[in-house]
C-alpha cells in the first residue's frame, strides 16, 4: 500500500470519526433525527477548518516546549464535537470569512488538544442578532475621514431623536481617518436610535501594541482593521436577551471569555490566516494557533515579529489545569 494511499485512508478515517461523533452529539442534544444537509455541511466545513489549524499548529510545534504532537489523535473529540454543535446550531460556518476561527489549545489535565472557537466580526454581529433583547433595525458603520462633515446630534430637550449628519464632500480625497462612528435605528420607536461616535485614539486602544505593519500600517489593510473595529463594538453593544440565552449561546460564551484578553482577539482580527505570534504565557492555556479571516488572494498575509514575554502576562480567565504558550494570529 502506497505512503499516499494510507494517507487517504487514515483522514478518511478521522474525517469518518469526526462526524460520528458530530451526530451523537446533535442527535442527543435535539432527538433521534437525522443531520441536514445544511447541517451535515457545516460539520464538514468544520472538519477542514480544524484539520488545517491542526496541521499549521503541528508545523510550528517546539518539540523542546511541547512534546505532544498536535494532530487529531491528540484532540479530545467529545469536546469538540459540543463545540461544534453549539457553533453550527447558531449557524457560524468556518468556510465563510469572518465567522468564527479554529484555535488548538493544550489541557494539561486531560494531556488532550481541545479546540478553542474564536468570533469573527461576522460572527459577532450573528449572536448578537440571535441572541438579542432589542435588535435594532438598523445599524450603520461608517469610518469618518479629514475631509468629510460629520455632525453628531445629541438626544436633548429640542431633538427627541439621536442622530447626526454625514457628508462625503471629496470621494477621492477624503483624508486621513479621524474617527468612527455607529447608529441604531428603531423604525417604529425612534427615541430610542443610539449614535456612538469612536475617535482615532478609541479605535486605536484596540489595535495590539506589537500589530504588524502589513494590517496597520497606513499603506495596509489599515482601513479595514479600523472598520472591523467599530463593528465588534456596534454589535457587541446589543444586550443579549436572558430568555434566549440557551446551552449553545453558553457553551459559545465560554469559549469566548477563554480568549477574551484584548491583545490576543485584535492579534486575531488582524493577522487573519497570517504567521502565527509565538506568546510566553505564565497563566495555564497552551493556545498553538493562528487568526482570523483570510485576506484576499491578492494580498500578501502578515508578517510578525515576536511578542515580548513580559507583554504577555494578561490576566486571561483560564482553567488552572491548564497552560498557554503560544499565540494566534487578529
Excluded at 489549545?105 to 459577532?124: A, E, S, V
Excluded at 443610539?194 to 502589513?214: N, Q
Excluded at 465588534?232 to 460564551?253: E, F, H, P, V
Excluded at 482580527?269 to 504567521?275: C, L, R, T
Aim: contains cysteine.
Amino acid at each position: 500500500m502506497s505512503k499516499e494511499t494510507q494517507v487517504a485512508k487514515q483522514e478518511e478515517s478521522m474525517s469518518t470519526r469526526f462526524m460520528n461523533a458530530v451526530v451523537r452529539e446533535f442527535s442527543g442534544s435535539v432527538g433521534e433525527v437525522a443531520l441536514t444537509n445544511f447541517q451535515r455541511r457545516l460539520a464538514q466545513n468544520y472538519f477542514i477548518a480544524v484539520d488545517q489549524a491542526l496541521a499549521k499548529a503541528e508545523q510550528r510545534r517546539d518539540n523542546k516546549k511541547n512534546n505532544l504532537p498536535i494532530t487529531w489523535g491528540n484532540v479530545d473529540m467529545k469536546q469538540l464535537a459540543l463545540d461544534v454543535v453549539a457553533a453550527a446550531r447558531v449557524g457560524l460556518d468556518p468556510a465563510q470569512p469572518n465567522h468564527i476561527n479554529m484555535v488548538p489549545y493544550r489541557n494539561n489535565r486531560t494531556k488532550k488538544y481541545n479546540i478553542g472557537f474564536i468570533d469573527g466580526y461576522r460572527g459577532i454581529e450573528m449572536k448578537a442578532v440571535k441572541y438579542g433583547l432589542d435588535i435594532p433595525d438598523d445599524v450603520t458603520i461608517e469610518l469618518v475621514y479629514a475631509n468629510d462633515r460629520f455632525q453628531p446630534i445629541k438626544k436633548d430637550i429640542r431633538n427627541k431623536v439621536e442622530s447626526y449628519e454625514f457628508e462625503v464632500t471629496n470621494p477621492f480625497d477624503r483624508g486621513e481617518i479621524v474617527g468612527g462612528f455607529y447608529y441604531h435605528a428603531y423604525k417604529n420607536n425612534p427615541e430610542k436610535n443610539k449614535l456612538v461616535v469612536m475617535s482615532l485614539k478609541d479605535i486605536l486602544k484596540r489595535k495590539p501594541e506589537y500589530a504588524s505593519k502589513e494590517f496597520w500600517g497606513k499603506d495596509g489593510w489599515y482601513e479595514k482593521m479600523c472598520h472591523k473595529t467599530i463593528h465588534r463594538a456596534a454589535y457587541r453593544d446589543i444586550t443579549i436577551d436572558s430568555q434566549k440565552i440557551d446551552d449553545d449561546y453558553l457553551r459559545l460564551k465560554k469559549q469566548e471569555e477563554l480568549f477574551s484578553d484584548r491583545e490576543i482577539e485584535a492579534e486575531i482580527e488582524a493577522e487573519a490566516n497570517g504567521p502565527v505570534i509565538d506568546i510566553e504565557y505564565t497563566e495555564t492555556e497552551e493556545v498553538v494557533t493562528d487568526g482570523e479571516p483570510e485576506p484576499e488572494k491578492n494580498e500578501k498575509p502578515a508578517k510578525t515579529a515576536p511578542k515580548p514575554p513580559e507583554k504577555a502576562q494578561k490576566d486571561q480567565k483560564a482553567d488552572p489545569g491548564q497552560q498557554t504558550i503560544g499565540g494566534p494570529g487578529f
